[in-house]
Protein backbone atom coordinates (compact mmCIF):
# COMPACT_ATOMS: atom_id res chain seq x y z
CA UNK A 1 0.00 0.00 0.00
CA UNK A 2 1.54 3.55 -1.58
CA UNK A 3 2.50 6.02 1.97
CA UNK A 4 0.68 9.08 1.21
CA UNK A 5 1.12 12.30 3.15
CA UNK A 6 -0.82 12.91 6.74
CA UNK A 7 -1.90 16.86 5.63
CA UNK A 8 -5.12 17.47 4.14
CA UNK A 9 -6.36 16.66 1.13
CA UNK A 10 -5.52 20.08 -0.99
CA UNK A 11 -5.90 19.02 -4.28
CA UNK A 12 -8.11 20.87 -6.41
CA UNK A 13 -11.32 19.17 -6.46
CA UNK A 14 -10.35 16.59 -3.80
CA UNK A 15 -12.41 18.58 -0.42
CA UNK A 16 -14.20 21.32 -1.07
CA UNK A 17 -14.24 21.58 3.09
CA UNK A 18 -10.70 22.49 2.83
CA UNK A 19 -11.32 25.59 1.11
CA UNK A 20 -13.77 26.67 2.59
CA UNK A 21 -14.27 28.89 5.76
CA UNK A 22 -17.77 28.95 5.85
CA UNK A 23 -18.23 25.30 6.11
CA UNK A 24 -15.44 25.28 8.65
CA UNK A 25 -17.59 27.97 11.00
CA UNK A 26 -21.04 25.99 10.28
CA UNK A 27 -19.04 22.91 11.45
CA UNK A 28 -17.33 24.17 14.54
CA UNK A 29 -20.63 25.17 15.66
CA UNK A 30 -22.40 22.46 14.68
CA UNK A 31 -19.79 20.23 16.55
CA UNK A 32 -20.03 22.41 19.46
CA UNK A 33 -23.42 22.72 19.61
CA UNK A 34 -23.94 18.78 19.79
CA UNK A 35 -21.07 18.91 22.51
CA UNK A 36 -23.62 20.95 24.09
CA UNK A 37 -26.32 18.64 23.93
CA UNK A 38 -24.29 16.10 25.08
CA UNK A 39 -23.37 17.72 27.79
CA UNK A 40 -27.15 18.17 28.71
CA UNK A 41 -28.15 14.59 27.77
CA UNK A 42 -25.12 13.18 29.87
CA UNK A 43 -25.35 15.31 32.86
CA UNK A 44 -28.35 17.08 33.49
CA UNK A 45 -28.94 21.12 33.97
CA UNK A 46 -28.00 21.14 37.44
CA UNK A 47 -24.52 19.40 36.93
CA UNK A 48 -21.93 22.07 37.17
CA UNK A 49 -20.12 19.96 35.01
CA UNK A 50 -23.04 20.51 32.41
CA UNK A 51 -22.25 24.77 32.95
CA UNK A 52 -18.46 24.05 32.48
CA UNK A 53 -18.59 22.46 29.48
CA UNK A 54 -20.83 24.68 27.91
CA UNK A 55 -18.76 27.70 28.91
CA UNK A 56 -15.75 26.24 27.34
CA UNK A 57 -17.51 25.33 24.40
CA UNK A 58 -18.90 28.87 23.76
CA UNK A 59 -15.24 30.02 24.02
CA UNK A 60 -13.87 27.30 21.81
CA UNK A 61 -16.93 28.60 19.11
CA UNK A 62 -15.45 31.86 19.37
CA UNK A 63 -11.74 31.29 19.22
CA UNK A 64 -12.19 28.98 15.82
CA UNK A 65 -14.81 31.49 14.52
CA UNK A 66 -12.09 34.09 14.45
CA UNK A 67 -9.35 31.63 13.39
CA UNK A 68 -10.83 30.82 10.50
CA UNK A 69 -12.23 34.21 9.75
CA UNK A 70 -8.67 35.51 9.12
CA UNK A 71 -7.81 32.67 7.20
CA UNK A 72 -6.68 29.86 9.61
CA UNK A 73 -8.44 27.35 8.98
CA UNK A 74 -6.77 24.40 10.77
CA UNK A 75 -7.60 24.95 14.31
CA UNK A 76 -11.19 24.57 13.01
CA UNK A 77 -10.74 21.85 11.43
CA UNK A 78 -8.93 20.29 14.48
CA UNK A 79 -11.66 21.12 17.02
CA UNK A 80 -14.61 19.70 14.69
CA UNK A 81 -13.54 16.17 14.89
CA UNK A 82 -12.05 17.03 18.45
CA UNK A 83 -15.18 18.31 20.18
CA UNK A 84 -17.34 15.66 18.63
CA UNK A 85 -15.01 12.74 20.02
CA UNK A 86 -14.81 14.39 23.30
CA UNK A 87 -19.43 15.22 23.32
CA UNK A 88 -19.46 11.49 22.00
CA UNK A 89 -17.17 10.03 24.83
CA UNK A 90 -19.11 12.00 27.32
CA UNK A 91 -22.31 10.68 26.43
CA UNK A 92 -21.21 7.20 25.97
CA UNK A 93 -19.39 7.47 29.65
CA UNK A 94 -22.53 8.99 31.27
CA UNK A 95 -25.32 6.97 29.91
CA UNK A 96 -24.66 3.50 28.82
CA UNK A 97 -20.88 2.76 28.20
CA UNK A 98 -19.63 0.83 25.27
CA UNK A 99 -22.90 -0.31 24.09
CA UNK A 100 -24.49 3.12 24.13
CA UNK A 101 -25.85 4.66 20.29
CA UNK A 102 -23.36 7.85 21.15
CA UNK A 103 -19.87 4.65 20.28
CA UNK A 104 -21.58 4.49 16.82
CA UNK A 105 -20.71 7.84 15.95
CA UNK A 106 -16.70 7.38 16.28
CA UNK A 107 -16.54 6.13 12.39
CA UNK A 108 -18.18 8.85 11.49
CA UNK A 109 -15.89 10.92 13.55
CA UNK A 110 -12.92 9.47 11.72
CA UNK A 111 -13.95 9.53 8.41
CA UNK A 112 -14.72 13.39 9.21
CA UNK A 113 -11.29 13.63 10.40
CA UNK A 114 -9.78 12.37 7.70
CA UNK A 115 -11.44 14.43 5.51
CA UNK A 116 -10.68 17.50 7.01
CA UNK A 117 -7.25 16.58 8.10
CA UNK A 118 -6.35 13.82 5.81
CA UNK A 119 -5.16 10.13 6.00
CA UNK A 120 -3.03 10.89 8.91
CA UNK A 121 -5.46 12.80 10.99
CA UNK A 122 -8.31 9.72 10.41
CA UNK A 123 -5.33 7.80 12.30
CA UNK A 124 -4.99 9.91 14.71
CA UNK A 125 -8.52 10.34 15.68
CA UNK A 126 -8.65 6.71 15.35
CA UNK A 127 -6.18 6.59 18.15
CA UNK A 128 -8.39 9.10 20.22
CA UNK A 129 -11.63 7.05 19.61
CA UNK A 130 -9.55 3.52 21.08
CA UNK A 131 -8.48 5.65 23.78
CA UNK A 132 -11.97 6.92 25.07
CA UNK A 133 -13.39 3.32 24.22
CA UNK A 134 -10.47 2.15 26.40
CA UNK A 135 -11.63 4.33 29.10
CA UNK A 136 -15.63 3.92 29.04
CA UNK A 137 -14.91 0.31 28.99
CA UNK A 138 -12.36 0.21 31.57
CA UNK A 139 -14.62 2.63 33.86
CA UNK A 140 -17.77 -0.10 32.67
CA UNK A 141 -16.03 -3.32 33.61
CA UNK A 142 -14.96 -1.88 37.31
CA UNK A 143 -18.29 -0.36 38.28
CA UNK A 144 -17.00 3.67 38.34
CA UNK A 145 -19.08 4.50 35.57
CA UNK A 146 -22.04 7.22 37.15
CA UNK A 147 -24.88 4.75 35.24
CA UNK A 148 -26.50 2.46 37.72
CA UNK A 149 -27.25 -0.65 35.32
CA UNK A 150 -25.11 -3.88 35.88
CA UNK A 151 -22.08 -3.90 33.48
CA UNK A 152 -21.94 -5.99 30.70
CA UNK A 153 -18.88 -5.23 29.38
CA UNK A 154 -15.62 -6.64 28.90
CA UNK A 155 -12.64 -6.14 27.12
CA UNK A 156 -13.19 -8.12 24.15
CA UNK A 157 -15.63 -5.25 23.70
CA UNK A 158 -12.94 -2.75 23.92
CA UNK A 159 -10.74 -5.02 21.24
CA UNK A 160 -13.28 -4.80 19.28
CA UNK A 161 -14.22 -1.35 18.98
CA UNK A 162 -10.26 -0.36 18.66
CA UNK A 163 -10.41 -2.39 16.26
CA UNK A 164 -13.45 -1.09 14.70
CA UNK A 165 -11.76 2.18 14.70
CA UNK A 166 -8.81 1.54 13.02
CA UNK A 167 -10.65 -0.89 10.01
CA UNK A 168 -12.22 2.77 9.72
CA UNK A 169 -9.52 4.73 9.73
CA UNK A 170 -7.90 1.94 7.28
CA UNK A 171 -10.68 1.76 4.73
CA UNK A 172 -10.65 5.66 4.63
CA UNK A 173 -7.31 6.06 3.79
CA UNK A 174 -7.85 3.52 1.09
CA UNK A 175 -10.62 5.10 0.15
CA UNK A 176 -9.13 8.29 -0.18
CA UNK A 177 -6.05 7.02 -1.75
CA UNK A 178 -8.11 5.58 -4.61
CA UNK A 179 -9.44 8.94 -4.40
CA UNK A 180 -6.87 10.83 -4.69
CA UNK A 181 -5.29 8.50 -7.88
CA UNK A 182 -9.04 8.54 -9.73
CA UNK A 183 -8.71 12.33 -9.36
CA UNK A 184 -4.75 12.76 -10.24
CA UNK A 185 -5.87 10.67 -12.85
CA UNK A 186 -8.81 12.56 -14.18
CA UNK A 187 -7.04 15.77 -13.51
CA UNK A 188 -3.87 14.08 -15.70
CA UNK A 189 -6.26 13.44 -18.30
CA UNK A 190 -8.08 16.55 -18.21
CA UNK A 191 -5.11 18.14 -18.85
CA UNK A 192 -4.12 15.17 -21.66
CA UNK A 193 -7.44 16.44 -23.04
CA UNK A 194 -7.37 20.13 -22.75
CA UNK A 195 -3.42 19.32 -24.36
CA UNK A 196 -4.37 17.36 -27.22
CA UNK A 197 -7.54 19.84 -27.74
CA UNK A 198 -4.99 22.55 -27.84
CA UNK A 199 -3.35 20.11 -29.89
CA UNK A 200 -6.11 19.55 -32.04
CA UNK A 201 -7.24 23.41 -32.59
CA UNK A 202 -3.08 24.13 -33.36
CA UNK A 203 -3.42 21.10 -35.82
CA UNK A 204 -6.94 22.78 -36.98
CA UNK A 205 -5.92 25.69 -37.73
CA UNK A 206 -2.81 24.48 -39.85
CA UNK A 207 -5.44 23.08 -41.51
CA UNK A 208 -7.18 25.44 -42.19
CA UNK A 209 -4.09 27.50 -43.02
CA UNK A 210 -3.25 25.00 -45.42
CA UNK A 211 -6.74 24.62 -47.09
CA UNK A 212 -6.16 28.21 -47.56
CA UNK A 213 -3.26 28.03 -49.24
CA UNK A 214 -3.77 25.27 -51.37
CA UNK A 215 -6.70 26.85 -52.22
CA UNK A 216 -5.41 29.93 -53.11
CA UNK A 217 -2.34 27.82 -55.12
CA UNK A 218 -5.13 26.10 -56.88
CA UNK A 219 -6.54 29.09 -57.88
CA UNK A 220 -3.29 30.74 -58.97
CA UNK A 221 -3.03 27.23 -61.08
CA UNK A 222 -6.18 27.76 -62.24
CA UNK A 223 -5.56 31.33 -63.55
CA UNK A 224 -2.20 30.33 -65.12
CA UNK A 225 -4.04 27.30 -67.04
CA UNK A 226 -7.01 29.85 -68.02
CA UNK A 227 -4.35 32.15 -69.29
CA UNK A 228 -2.11 29.65 -71.14
CA UNK A 229 -5.40 28.65 -72.80
CA UNK A 230 -6.09 32.24 -73.73
CA UNK A 231 -2.39 33.17 -74.95
CA UNK A 232 -2.63 29.48 -77.15
CA UNK A 233 -6.22 30.40 -78.60
CA UNK A 234 -4.88 33.89 -78.71
CA UNK A 235 -1.52 33.49 -81.19
CA UNK A 236 -3.39 30.35 -83.14
CA UNK A 237 -4.91 32.69 -85.71
CA UNK A 238 -1.47 34.46 -86.43
CA UNK A 239 0.52 32.76 -89.25
CA UNK A 240 2.74 35.81 -90.00
CA UNK A 241 6.46 34.97 -87.76
CA UNK A 242 6.82 38.83 -87.69
CA UNK A 243 3.46 39.31 -86.17
CA UNK A 244 3.15 36.48 -83.96
CA UNK A 245 6.65 36.59 -81.98
CA UNK A 246 5.80 39.91 -80.94
CA UNK A 247 2.08 39.08 -79.72
CA UNK A 248 3.41 35.96 -77.71
CA UNK A 249 5.70 38.02 -76.03
CA UNK A 250 2.98 41.07 -75.35
CA UNK A 251 0.08 38.18 -73.99
CA UNK A 252 2.53 36.57 -71.92
CA UNK A 253 3.36 39.72 -69.88
CA UNK A 254 -0.46 41.10 -70.03
CA UNK A 255 -1.54 37.58 -68.94
CA UNK A 256 0.72 36.62 -66.06
CA UNK A 257 2.11 40.06 -64.93
CA UNK A 258 5.65 39.98 -65.86
CA UNK A 259 7.64 43.09 -66.90
CA UNK A 260 9.38 41.76 -69.27
CA UNK A 261 9.05 38.42 -71.97
CA UNK A 262 10.84 38.09 -74.38
CA UNK A 263 11.56 35.16 -77.65
CA UNK A 264 14.95 33.80 -78.63
CA UNK A 265 15.49 31.53 -81.60
CA UNK A 266 19.07 29.62 -82.77
CA UNK A 267 20.75 30.33 -85.63
CA UNK A 268 21.38 28.43 -88.43
CA UNK A 269 24.53 27.68 -86.99
CA UNK A 270 23.37 26.15 -83.99
CA UNK A 271 25.91 28.69 -82.26
CA UNK A 272 23.61 32.03 -80.58
CA UNK A 273 20.72 32.54 -79.38
CA UNK A 274 19.13 35.35 -81.10
CA UNK A 275 16.44 37.83 -79.16
CA UNK A 276 13.79 37.75 -81.88
CA UNK A 277 10.84 39.43 -79.92
CA UNK A 278 10.20 41.00 -76.68
CA UNK A 279 7.78 43.33 -74.87
CA UNK A 280 9.61 45.66 -72.24
CA UNK A 281 11.33 49.14 -73.43
CA UNK A 282 14.89 47.24 -72.70
CA UNK A 283 14.18 44.57 -74.97
CA UNK A 284 13.24 46.42 -77.77
CA UNK A 285 16.61 48.37 -77.14
CA UNK A 286 18.39 44.53 -76.94
CA UNK A 287 16.17 43.94 -80.48
CA UNK A 288 17.77 47.40 -82.07
CA UNK A 289 21.62 46.24 -81.28
CA UNK A 290 20.52 42.22 -82.75
CA UNK A 291 20.90 41.16 -79.09
CA UNK A 292 22.09 37.30 -79.02
CA UNK A 293 23.65 34.84 -76.48
CA UNK A 294 26.17 32.11 -77.10
CA UNK A 295 24.59 28.62 -76.15
CA UNK A 296 26.81 27.84 -73.23
CA UNK A 297 26.19 28.10 -69.71
CA UNK A 298 27.32 31.14 -68.73
CA UNK A 299 23.65 33.00 -69.53
CA UNK A 300 20.49 31.38 -68.28
CA UNK A 301 19.13 31.75 -71.81
CA UNK A 302 22.40 29.94 -73.22
CA UNK A 303 22.00 26.93 -70.37
CA UNK A 304 18.50 26.31 -71.19
CA UNK A 305 18.87 26.26 -75.09
CA UNK A 306 22.32 23.98 -74.41
CA UNK A 307 20.81 22.01 -72.37
CA UNK A 308 17.15 21.82 -73.43
CA UNK A 309 16.10 22.25 -69.67
CA UNK A 310 14.10 24.95 -67.73
CA UNK A 311 16.61 27.08 -65.23
CA UNK A 312 15.50 29.62 -62.40
CA UNK A 313 17.46 32.54 -61.08
CA UNK A 314 16.71 34.22 -57.90
CA UNK A 315 18.07 36.97 -55.77
CA UNK A 316 17.84 35.62 -52.74
CA UNK A 317 18.59 32.05 -51.46
CA UNK A 318 21.19 29.42 -51.45
CA UNK A 319 21.53 29.72 -55.99
CA UNK A 320 21.17 33.75 -55.34
CA UNK A 321 22.32 35.63 -58.83
CA UNK A 322 23.29 39.16 -59.55
CA UNK A 323 20.92 40.51 -62.35
CA UNK A 324 23.15 42.90 -64.03
CA UNK A 325 21.63 43.80 -67.56
CA UNK A 326 21.99 47.54 -68.19
CA UNK A 327 18.28 47.24 -70.02
CA UNK A 328 16.44 45.39 -67.33
CA UNK A 329 17.47 47.14 -64.28
CA UNK A 330 14.45 46.23 -62.11
CA UNK A 331 14.94 42.00 -62.83
CA UNK A 332 14.92 39.98 -59.39
CA UNK A 333 14.01 36.82 -60.32
CA UNK A 334 13.94 35.52 -63.93
CA UNK A 335 12.65 31.66 -65.61
CA UNK A 336 13.91 30.31 -69.29
CA UNK A 337 11.76 27.79 -70.70
CA UNK A 338 13.26 25.46 -74.16
CA UNK A 339 11.06 25.82 -76.81
CA UNK A 340 11.38 22.36 -78.22
CA UNK A 341 9.47 21.03 -81.84
CA UNK A 342 9.95 17.38 -82.74
CA UNK A 343 12.60 17.32 -79.33
CA UNK A 344 14.52 19.44 -81.19
CA UNK A 345 14.90 22.72 -79.08
CA UNK A 346 14.60 25.82 -81.65
CA UNK A 347 14.95 28.55 -78.75
CA UNK A 348 13.64 29.24 -75.45
CA UNK A 349 10.85 31.68 -73.57
CA UNK A 350 13.08 34.67 -71.06
CA UNK A 351 10.53 36.09 -68.73
CA UNK A 352 11.71 38.00 -65.91
CA UNK A 353 10.14 39.70 -62.88
CA UNK A 354 10.64 42.83 -60.97
CA UNK A 355 9.69 40.79 -57.54
CA UNK A 356 12.25 38.59 -55.45
CA UNK A 357 11.50 34.94 -55.43
CA UNK A 358 8.49 35.08 -58.02
CA UNK A 359 9.19 31.37 -59.45
CA UNK A 360 9.12 28.29 -58.02
CA UNK A 361 9.91 24.67 -59.23
CA UNK A 362 6.02 24.37 -59.17
CA UNK A 363 5.79 26.57 -61.81
CA UNK A 364 8.13 24.94 -64.45
CA UNK A 365 5.36 22.55 -64.99
CA UNK A 366 2.41 25.03 -65.46
CA UNK A 367 5.02 27.23 -67.67
CA UNK A 368 6.40 24.02 -69.88
CA UNK A 369 3.27 24.13 -70.90
CA UNK A 370 3.21 27.48 -72.16
CA UNK A 371 6.35 26.79 -74.22
CA UNK A 372 4.81 24.02 -75.56
CA UNK A 373 1.99 26.02 -76.74
CA UNK A 374 4.27 28.69 -78.22
CA UNK A 375 7.13 26.04 -79.78
CA UNK A 376 3.72 25.03 -81.65
CA UNK A 377 2.78 28.32 -82.59
CA UNK A 378 6.10 28.80 -83.80
CA UNK A 379 6.34 26.04 -85.60
CA UNK A 380 3.24 26.56 -87.54
CA UNK A 381 4.02 30.34 -88.54
CA UNK A 382 7.54 28.72 -90.08
CA UNK A 383 5.71 25.77 -92.13
CA UNK A 384 2.76 28.56 -93.00
CA UNK A 385 5.66 30.77 -94.28
CA UNK A 386 7.34 27.83 -96.33
CA UNK A 387 4.19 26.24 -97.39
CA UNK A 388 2.87 30.05 -98.68
CA UNK A 389 6.38 30.62 -100.13
CA UNK A 390 6.08 27.48 -101.46
CA UNK A 391 2.74 27.99 -103.53
CA UNK A 392 4.32 31.78 -104.78
CA UNK A 393 6.93 29.76 -106.19
CA UNK A 394 4.60 26.94 -107.59
CA UNK A 395 1.96 29.90 -108.78
CA UNK A 396 4.63 31.81 -110.49
CA UNK A 397 5.93 28.65 -111.92
CA UNK A 398 2.65 27.47 -113.56
CA UNK A 399 1.78 31.11 -114.56
CA UNK A 400 5.59 31.28 -116.64
CA UNK A 401 4.43 27.65 -118.22
CA UNK A 402 0.77 28.64 -118.79
CA UNK A 403 2.38 31.86 -120.68
CA UNK A 404 4.91 30.18 -122.57
CA UNK A 405 2.78 27.74 -123.75
CA UNK A 406 0.13 30.46 -124.58
CA UNK A 407 2.65 32.21 -126.52
CA UNK A 408 4.15 29.06 -128.35
CA UNK A 409 0.33 28.07 -129.58
CA UNK A 410 -0.30 31.22 -130.42
CA UNK A 411 2.62 31.81 -132.42
CA UNK A 412 1.77 28.34 -134.17
CA UNK A 413 -2.06 29.45 -134.84
CA UNK A 414 -2.28 31.05 -138.32
CA UNK A 415 -4.86 32.94 -137.06
CA UNK A 416 -5.12 34.28 -133.27
CA UNK A 417 -8.69 36.41 -133.08
CA UNK A 418 -11.67 36.23 -134.96
CA UNK A 419 -14.69 39.38 -135.23
CA UNK A 420 -18.14 38.98 -135.72
CA UNK A 421 -19.64 42.44 -136.93
CA UNK A 422 -23.16 41.13 -137.26
CA UNK A 423 -23.11 39.77 -140.69
CA UNK A 424 -20.13 37.80 -141.21
CA UNK A 425 -16.55 36.22 -139.13
CA UNK A 426 -13.24 38.13 -139.95
CA UNK A 427 -9.69 37.25 -138.82
CA UNK A 428 -8.16 40.01 -136.95
CA UNK A 429 -4.68 41.83 -137.07
CA UNK A 430 -2.30 39.96 -134.86
CA UNK A 431 -0.76 43.69 -134.28
CA UNK A 432 -3.64 45.41 -133.24
CA UNK A 433 -4.96 41.99 -130.69
CA UNK A 434 -1.62 42.21 -128.93
CA UNK A 435 -1.79 46.34 -128.29
CA UNK A 436 -5.08 45.72 -126.39
CA UNK A 437 -3.71 42.76 -124.82
CA UNK A 438 -0.70 45.09 -123.41
CA UNK A 439 -3.33 47.93 -122.19
CA UNK A 440 -5.76 45.46 -120.54
CA UNK A 441 -2.53 43.73 -118.96
CA UNK A 442 -1.51 47.09 -117.65
CA UNK A 443 -4.97 47.73 -115.84
CA UNK A 444 -6.07 43.91 -114.77
CA UNK A 445 -9.84 45.18 -114.35
CA UNK A 446 -13.07 46.59 -116.13
CA UNK A 447 -14.09 50.12 -115.36
CA UNK A 448 -17.80 50.99 -115.10
CA UNK A 449 -17.93 54.49 -113.74
CA UNK A 450 -18.36 56.17 -117.46
CA UNK A 451 -20.11 55.55 -120.42
CA UNK A 452 -18.01 53.61 -123.28
CA UNK A 453 -18.06 52.78 -126.66
CA UNK A 454 -16.40 49.59 -126.18
CA UNK A 455 -15.67 47.22 -123.18
CA UNK A 456 -13.00 44.49 -123.32
CA UNK A 457 -13.11 41.15 -121.13
CA UNK A 458 -10.10 39.97 -120.29
CA UNK A 459 -9.79 36.31 -120.78
CA UNK A 460 -8.32 34.20 -118.13
CA UNK A 461 -6.59 31.01 -116.96
CA UNK A 462 -5.58 30.17 -113.73
CA UNK A 463 -4.66 34.24 -113.30
CA UNK A 464 -2.89 34.48 -116.40
CA UNK A 465 -4.54 36.64 -119.25
CA UNK A 466 -4.43 34.40 -122.25
CA UNK A 467 -6.81 36.47 -124.28
CA UNK A 468 -9.61 39.32 -124.89
CA UNK A 469 -13.26 39.72 -125.42
CA UNK A 470 -13.48 42.73 -127.07
CA UNK A 471 -17.21 44.43 -127.59
CA UNK A 472 -17.70 47.61 -129.36
CA UNK A 473 -21.73 49.41 -129.92
CA UNK A 474 -22.60 50.24 -132.87
CA UNK A 475 -24.18 53.51 -131.41
CA UNK A 476 -21.70 55.12 -129.96
CA UNK A 477 -20.89 55.64 -126.13
CA UNK A 478 -23.37 54.01 -123.85
CA UNK A 479 -23.77 52.19 -120.02
CA UNK A 480 -23.11 49.02 -120.03
CA UNK A 481 -25.39 46.81 -117.44
CA UNK A 482 -24.28 44.88 -114.83
CA UNK A 483 -26.40 41.78 -116.53
CA UNK A 484 -24.03 42.27 -120.02
CA UNK A 485 -21.13 42.89 -118.00
CA UNK A 486 -21.52 39.10 -116.03
CA UNK A 487 -23.14 37.84 -119.13
CA UNK A 488 -19.68 38.36 -121.14
CA UNK A 489 -17.65 37.18 -118.15
CA UNK A 490 -19.30 34.01 -118.25
CA UNK A 491 -18.37 34.18 -121.72
CA UNK A 492 -14.72 34.80 -121.37
CA UNK A 493 -14.61 32.25 -118.24
CA UNK A 494 -16.36 29.56 -120.29
CA UNK A 495 -14.07 30.17 -123.52
CA UNK A 496 -10.41 30.47 -121.26
CA UNK A 497 -11.83 26.71 -120.45
CA UNK A 498 -12.60 25.57 -123.75
CA UNK A 499 -9.46 27.05 -125.13
CA UNK A 500 -7.32 25.43 -122.69
CA UNK A 501 -8.63 22.15 -123.74
CA UNK A 502 -8.32 22.66 -127.10
CA UNK A 503 -4.65 23.78 -126.43
CA UNK A 504 -4.12 20.69 -124.15
CA UNK A 505 -5.59 18.14 -127.22
CA UNK A 506 -3.32 20.15 -129.55
CA UNK A 507 -0.28 19.85 -127.46
CA UNK A 508 -1.02 16.12 -126.99
CA UNK A 509 -1.34 15.38 -130.45
CA UNK A 510 1.65 17.57 -131.71
CA UNK A 511 3.94 15.30 -128.66
CA UNK A 512 2.35 12.14 -130.15
CA UNK A 513 2.93 12.86 -134.08
CA UNK A 514 6.90 13.67 -132.54
CA UNK A 515 7.17 10.53 -130.26
CA UNK A 516 5.95 8.68 -133.21
CA UNK A 517 8.07 10.21 -135.88
CA UNK A 518 10.54 9.49 -133.33
CA UNK A 519 9.71 5.90 -132.90
CA UNK A 520 9.76 5.22 -136.77
CA UNK A 521 13.68 6.49 -136.81
CA UNK A 522 14.34 4.91 -134.15
CA UNK A 523 13.34 1.60 -136.09
CA UNK A 524 14.90 2.10 -139.11
CA UNK A 525 18.01 3.27 -137.90
CA UNK A 526 18.10 0.36 -135.32
CA UNK A 527 17.23 -1.92 -138.66
CA UNK A 528 20.70 -1.52 -140.42
CA UNK A 529 24.90 -1.75 -139.55
CA UNK A 530 27.42 -0.19 -140.14
CA UNK A 531 28.93 2.83 -139.36
CA UNK A 532 28.39 5.01 -142.80
CA UNK A 533 24.70 2.94 -143.19
CA UNK A 534 23.48 4.25 -139.52
CA UNK A 535 24.96 7.38 -140.81
CA UNK A 536 23.16 7.95 -144.10
CA UNK A 537 19.96 6.57 -142.92
CA UNK A 538 19.76 9.23 -139.63
CA UNK A 539 19.99 12.26 -142.20
CA UNK A 540 17.51 10.66 -144.93
CA UNK A 541 14.54 10.08 -142.38
CA UNK A 542 15.65 13.42 -140.37
CA UNK A 543 15.60 15.37 -143.58
CA UNK A 544 12.05 13.58 -144.84
CA UNK A 545 10.52 14.00 -141.56
CA UNK A 546 11.53 18.15 -141.00
CA UNK A 547 10.71 18.21 -144.52
CA UNK A 548 12.54 20.78 -147.87
CA UNK A 549 13.01 23.39 -146.13
CA UNK A 550 15.89 22.36 -144.20
CA UNK A 551 19.02 20.42 -144.78
CA UNK A 552 20.69 17.99 -142.64
CA UNK A 553 24.00 16.91 -141.91
CA UNK A 554 25.32 14.51 -139.75
CA UNK A 555 29.36 14.57 -138.89
CA UNK A 556 31.36 12.23 -136.57
CA UNK A 557 34.20 14.65 -134.58
CA UNK A 558 37.96 13.61 -135.49
CA UNK A 559 40.85 14.89 -134.26
CA UNK A 560 43.37 16.94 -136.68
CA UNK A 561 47.14 15.31 -135.83
Known sequence: MNSKPSTPVTTKGSNFLTNDTMVVNILIVTAIGMAVIAAAVGSGRDNPLTVQILIGAIIVDIVGIILASRGSALPGRVL??????????????????????????????IVLAGLLLGVRGSFVFATFASIAAGIIGYADINGISPFSQSSRTGYDDIAVATTLFF????????????????????????????????????????????????????ERRAGQLQAISNVARSIASVQNMDELLPAITQLVSEKFGYYHAGIFLLDENQEYALLRASNSEGGNRMLERQHKL???TNSIVGYTTLR???????????DAVFFNNPDLPDTRSEIALPLRVGGNVIGALDVQSTESNAFAQEDVNVASILADQIAIA??????????????????????????????GFARQSQNTGYMFDGTRITALDKKEK???????????????????SEITIPIKFRGQTVGILDVKSKKGNRQWTQDEITLLEAAAERAAFAL???????SSQRRASRERAIGEI????GAVSGLEAIMQTAVEELGRKIGSIAEVTLELESEEI
Open 80 to 109: VPGILTIAAGFVAYTRGGLYHIAIAGYPVI
Open 167 to 218: VTAIVLRIIIVRLTESIQDAEAFGQAQETANVELKKLQSELELRVVQRTAEL
Open 294 to 296: KLD
Open 308 to 318: GDPRIALDVGA
Open 378 to 407: IENARLFSEARAALSNSEETFSRYVKQEWS
Open 434 to 452: YEKMKSLAQTGRLSLEKES
Open 500 to 506: ENARLVE
Open 522 to 525: STKI
